[in-house]
């Protein structure tokens, strides 16, 4: 029976692919600190990481305070 393993760590492609914006806009949003727009990343090795549960937190904060906004 194969084990089935639970991602932990978003790369900069499977944010890019959650946000639904290409990596290049993701990483102008990196090089201007925009951090509204996306969380703060770290680097794993030479690539830039996230969470799964911080980036996932960041998302529902965002939808939380959308909701918040529109009155619901």
């Given at each position: ?20 914006i290409?990596?290049?806009?993701l ?46």
């Amino acid at each position: 029976m194969a084990k089935k393993i639970e991602k932990k760590i978003y790369f900069l492609r499977d944010v890019a692919a959650l946000l639904e914006i290409s990596e290049n806009a993701l990483r102008v949003m990196l090089c201007r600190r925009n951090w509204n727009a996306v969380p703060p990343p770290f680097k794993l090795g030479h690539k830039l990481a996230w969470r799964v549960q911080d980036f996932d937190e960041f998302l529902e904060g965002k939808a939380e305070a959308a909701m918040k906004e529109a009155g619901f």
